[in-house]
Each structure stands twice: as C-alpha cells, then as structure tokens.
C-alpha cells in the first residue's frame, strides 16, 4: 500500500460545479496535513493546511478524518482558474518528512 | 518575499557524468528537502536535511548524495549519472509552520 494515495483523475467539470477530492494515508500517527496545488510546468504552492476539525478558506474546504485516515479538499463554484494539480501532502513521521501523493489532476471547462 | 533558488532549470548530461544540483533559500529556514518528480509517481523524496552538515536518506536515495555545509545552501549530487534519473528536480526548504517552499524546478535529462 503507499504511504500516500490520490484519486490521479483526471476530474472534467463544468464552471461552477462542486467537485471533492480524498486521499489516503498509512500511518495512522501522522501528524500535519496539507493540500498543494501545481500548475502545469510550476513548482507546488501551499494551497491550505487541514485542521483536526476541518477548515475553510473561500471556496475551498479541508476536511480530515482520523478514523478512517483520509483528508478530503471540497471545491464549491469552480473557476477556470481551478485548473490545476491538486497535491495531498502528510507528515508521515512527525519529523518534517514530508510525503506526497502522486496528484489529482483538475480541468474546469466553460 | 520567499526564495528558493535552483542553480539550473534545463541540464542534459551524459550517462557516466558527475551532476551537481545547486540549492539556495534565503528564509533561513533548518530544514531542506530534494525531491524528483515523475509522471504517474509524483513528489518522491531523495534527502532531506534538518541542520548544517545533517543529512537523511528519503525513500530513494539511492544513486544520489547530498551536501549540506551552509544553512542557506542543499546540494544534490549523482556521482554517476543514469538514464533512469531523467526527471524534474525539485528543492525546499520548510518553515516552522511546516509549510514548503519550492524551487522552480532542475529538469535533467541524461542520455
């Protein structure tokens, strides 16, 4: 199993539409969690860090879920601009090894 | 503003060659990172570093070493280059929030 798994896509949706994507981890000790984005030929960005008891910033929603070890990233009323990369990010050992998944790939479309 | 600096964003080099990839931030920040990126396997990470001279192995190390003798400054180095180390390289450092910074990225091509 790896340490990190992401649904690759690629997600197709409409403008304004909601989409969710879930990634998995295995360590069920990990400590911090986060969603990067990555344009295509750009470095990854923080897009948002995910809190114990789920965070919003703008459109966009984090969710994590301890039982089940998986964090979820909510998208509402998609923009073009969305298009992107979407990277989940763990840390997996609690010492600053950073682990992530191999990316989901989204393309919002007018 | 933040600062990550990779020395080169194109090389092609030859199976056999010593590579050297450069790395600088300006954050101060303990902790830095070399990660390759592959289509289809994402972000794997080759070393990391939590202070000067300290090193430690990632999930493929393998064929590569690091050098860490200034804070601000991580090298990667694949002492033999191979045609399976083809890939996009990327740096970071990491503040205390754990937030990653990147470099534009080192494409290498190795033939």
């Known amino acids: 199993r790896k340490e990190v798994e992401q649904d690759p896509g690629p997600f197709n949706v409409p403008e304004g539409a909601t989409v969710a994507f879930n990634c998995t981890y295995s360590?069920?000790?990990?400590?911090?969690f986060f969603w990067y984005r990555q344009d295509c030929r750009k470095e990854p960005k923080l897009l948002m860090s995910?809190?114990?008891s789920g965070n919003e910033d703008g459109r966009f929603t984090a969710q994590l879920n301890r039982a089940s070890q998986y964090i979820s990233l909510l998208i509402r009323d998609s923009k073009l601009s969305d298009s992107a990369t979407y990277l989940c990010?763990?840390?997996?050992?609690?010492?600053?090894?950073?682990?992530f998944g191999a990316g989901t790939r989204l393309t919002v479309k007018p | 503003d933040v600062k990550v600096t990779q020395s080169s964003r194109y090389l092609v080099k030859r199976t056999g060659e010593k590579v050297f990839l450069e790395c600088v931030q300006d954050?101060?920040?303990?902790?830095m990172f070399w990660y390759r990126q592959d289509p289809g396997l994402g972000l794997r990470l080759i070393y990391f570093?939590?202070?000067?001279?300290?090193?430690e192995k990632g999930d493929i190390p393998e064929g590569y070493s690091v050098s860490r003798e200034k804070k601000e400054r991580f090298s990667l180095i694949l002492e033999s280059a191979s045609t399976n180390q083809t890939s996009m390289y990327l740096c970071?450092?990491?503040?205390?929030?754990?937030?990653?910074?990147f470099g534009e990225g080192s494409r290498l091509t190795v033939l």
């Open positions: 970071a450092s990491s503040s205390t929030t754990g937030e990653l910074f």
């Open positions: 360590n069920s000790a990990s400590q911090s």
């Open positions: 995910v809190y114990s």
């Open positions: 990010v763990v840390n997996m050992w609690g010492n600053n090894d950073m682990r």
């Open positions: 954050m101060d920040h303990e902790n």
């Open positions: 570093s939590y202070d000067v001279k300290m090193k």
